[in-house]
């Protein structure tokens, strides 16, 4: 018999040692696994998958399952939390009683805000294709994905991205 969600929304981990943990969210959470992985938090999109695959990459990969389907939540346990909140910002602070169990290791800025691949510093010289004449001549610092190929440069949105970040940290410590 499976165990059941709890109302302690106590959640289990393959790790349960682990400083930080991983995340898998539904097809429902793009926008806060976008959020998390601005973190530097391991947070895999399921945008396509079924429940059946889900369930199963949690208990492979030993990730916690964000989800907004109370259905898999129930069928998943204690290895799951359910998400409310109207857009990506109400998502995020549904989360945050279950991110505050852990000592999170935040490093901003560090993880492909599309595929969740952990970034590197790239040379100007492999960014010159990559990015518009004018980034590359201006820009100091360029990363890279090894995983989708996408190139990361401080660009104009960086000031609302450093806000947005405290925000979140801001909300993890409280």
Not at 20 to 28: E, H, K, N, Q, R
Not at 146 to 171: F, N, Q, S, V
């Amino acid at each position: 018999m499976r165990p059941r969600r709890r109302r302690t929304g106590r959640v289990r981990t393959k790790n349960p040692e682990a400083q930080s943990p991983a995340f898998l969210l539904d097809g429902m959470l793009g926008s806060l696994a976008k959020k998390m992985r601005m973190l530097g938090m391991d947070a895999e999109f399921a945008a396509d998958e079924d429940d059946t695959l889900i369930r199963y990459r949690s208990r492979s990969e030993g990730r916690i399952v964000l989800t907004r389907d109370a259905r898999l939540a129930e069928r998943l346990g204690e290895n799951s939390w359910l998400v409310s909140g109207a857009d990506a910002r109400g998502e995020f602070a549904s989360v945050l009683p279950l991110l505050r169990r852990f000592e999170l290791s935040v490093k901003p800025l560090t993880r492909c805000l599309d595929c969740n691949a952990m970034l590197y510093e790239m040379d100007r010289e492999e960014a010159g294709n990559m990015v518009p004449r004018y980034v590359w001549m201006t820009a100091e610092r360029f990363m890279g994905c090894p995983r989708c190929g996408k190139c990361y440069w401080p660009g104009t949105h960086a000031d609302r991205m450093a806000a947005e970040i405290a925000e979140m940290l801001e909300a993890l410590g409280g």
